[in-house]
């Protein structure tokens, strides 16, 4: 069955750093990846998609690529603040035909003043 | 904020009773999605409804189940409620089944004790 994987464990930057998350799936080759955020006690707000022909894309301080041959996704925060602290999440479309989404467990980003 | 809005924001519930959660779409967005989202998890998908009809489901029992009426609006309901129901559910509403970009709800936390 399919299967994604991101780091369990919290990412602690320091401010102004880039902030690197990563998500790993398997036993699929999914069209396309996206990546939400979600602040504690609300709901995940989209931020970015990538399609399988996308090698990288980009949004003001958000970068994302996508390795369909590695199976892997990373997500980048570059000059992070303390703002964007939170759960990031990366989603796949099911691979059968529900047309549900199915998220990782989230990396927790917290960046120090 | 998405336009997505659930009620209530929270319930407490006991084991064996029947609750309805509610969401109001954004407008235009003719597809809903149910998530349920443990703690320190991501969201699991139950079931998505396209113009009124189910349109996929997750590895639910039966005992969760919808409804999509004519505005789009959407309920879910949990019948026979057990303690490991007790979650965050979340709605997200598209314009497409597949979901690419999906605007969620704040969430319902909902405790069954």
């Known amino acids: ?17 880039t902030a690197t998350l990563t998500c790993n799936y398997t036993n699929y080759s999914p069209a396309y990846l996206q ?15 990538i399609r399988e022909n996308e090698k990288e894309k980009r949004k003001e301080r958000l970068k994302v690529t996508f ?20 759960t990031y999440l990366c989603a796949l ?21 | 904020e998405t336009g997505v809005t659930q009620s209530p924001t929270h319930l407490i519930k006991t084991r064996g009773q029947q609750v309805t ?14 998530y349920q989202q443990a703690l320190g998890q991501g969201p699991q998908f139950i079931f998505q409804y396209y113009r009124e009809e189910e349109n996929g489901r997750g590895n639910f ?14 309920e879910l309901n949990v019948n026979a409620l ?8 979340l ?3 598209s314009t497409d089944r597949r979901n690419t970009e999906a605007f969620f709800g704040q969430g319902t936390r909902l405790t069954v004790v």
């Open chain 2, 61 to 74: 029992p039966p005992r969760f189940s919808g409804l999509q009426f004519p505005n789009y609006s959407s």
């Open chain 2, 21 to 34: 959660l509610r969401c109001s779409s954004q407008s235009g967005h003719n597809t809903v999605s149910w």
């Open chain 1, 35 to 49: 990546w939400y955020r979600q602040d504690p006690g609300r709901g995940p707000v989209f931020l970015l998609l």
């Open chain 1, 93 to 113: 479309e099911g691979m059968d035909s529900s047309y549900k989404l199915i998220f990782g467990s989230g990396t927790r980003l917290l960046v120090r003043p």
């Open chain 2, 82 to 89: 057990e303690l490991d129901d007790s979650a965050l559910y």
């Open chain 1, 67 to 86: 390795d369909t041959t590695l199976k892997q996704s990373l997500f980048h925060i570059t000059a992070s603040q303390p703002a964007d602290s939170a």
């Open chain 2, 91 to 93: 709605c997200a509403s």
């Open chain 1, 1 to 17: 069955s399919q299967k994604i994987e991101q780091n369990s464990e919290a990412l602690n930057i320091q401010e102004g750093k």
